[in-house]
T-cell receptor
Framework: DAGITQSPRHKVTETGTPVTLRCHQTENHRYMYWYRQDPGHGLRLIHYSYGVKDTDKGEVSDGYSVSRSKTEDFLLTLESATSSQTSVYFC?????????????FGPGTRLTVT | DQQVKQNSPSLSVQEGRISILNCDYTNSMFDYFLWYKKYPAEGPTFLISISSIKDKNEDGRFTVFLNKSAKHLSLHIVPSQPGDSAVYFC????????????FGTGTRLTVIP
């Protein structure tokens, strides 16, 4: 258990509304990631963070922004949700063992945009 | 363009037999490879990994094989158990910077009792 929680776990929202998903970790990991999972695509990286206030874009970052004001929290914001952003969103952290590059995932947030 | 490919969407195996899941990649910069297992309504769970300096890594019933020249890796599960039924994702990383992972589309393994 990597001590990762995500909230909310489920959300239904309307097109055009802003949505913020939260990822919280308890083990002081430096690297945090947001992925989305869609049928036929596997998991795709949206944004990642390599420290407080240090973030960068991933493969599918359009329409998303992130913030990390504390080590333990990484927020994903959809400024104006669209139906194409209906997906399951996973947060992850990178393990901190020597030579360890594994990422460990939270339980996910299922977002439906109607 | 999908840089990591799992060409078999599903696989069915009898309990006790070997399960072999395959993965191909196209980016020669990838040098760290991982397998994840995912149950419905849960996050992916890390299973096993391998660095490009090795061609095999074993952990209990799970073995990953890497063929760098063919840009191919496989996960062997022996013996397969009903609890192994899940979706398996292959992932690859260039092992630089933030070690971002690139995932395949997954293979659904069903182990028949």
């Amino acid at each position: 258990d990597a001590g990762i929680t995500q909230s909310p776990r489920h959300k239904v929202t309307e097109t055009g509304t802003p949505v913020t998903l939260r990822c919280h970790q308890t083990e002081n990991h430096r690297y945090m990631y947001w992925y989305r999972q869609d049928p036929g695509h596997g998991l795709r990286l949206i944004h990642y963070s390599y420290g407080v206030k240090d973030t960068d874009k991933g493969e599918v970052s359009d329409g998303y922004s992130v913030s990390r004001s504390k080590t333990e929290d990484f927020l994903l914001t959809l400024e104006s949700a669209t139906s194409s952003q209906t997906s399951v969103y996973f947060c992850a952290i990178m393990g901190q063992g020597k030579g360890s590059y594994e990422q460990y995932f939270g339980p996910g947030t299922r977002l439906t945009v109607t | 363009d999908q840089q990591v490919k799992q060409n078999s969407p599903s696989l069915s195996v009898q309990e006790g037999r070997i399960s072999i899941l395959n993965c191909d990649y196209t980016n020669s910069m990838f040098d760290y490879f991982l397998w994840y297992k995912k149950y419905p309504a849960e996050g992916p769970t890390f299973l096993i990994s391998i660095s490009s300096i090795k061609d095999k890594n074993e952990d209990g019933r799970f073995t990953v094989f890497l063929n760098k020249s063919a840009k191919h890796l496989s996960l062997h599960i022996v013996p397969s158990q009903p609890g192994d039924s899940a979706v398996y994702f292959c992932a690859a990383s260039p092992q630089t910077g933030a070690n971002n992972l690139f995932f395949g589309t997954g293979t659904r393994l069903t182990v028949i009792p």
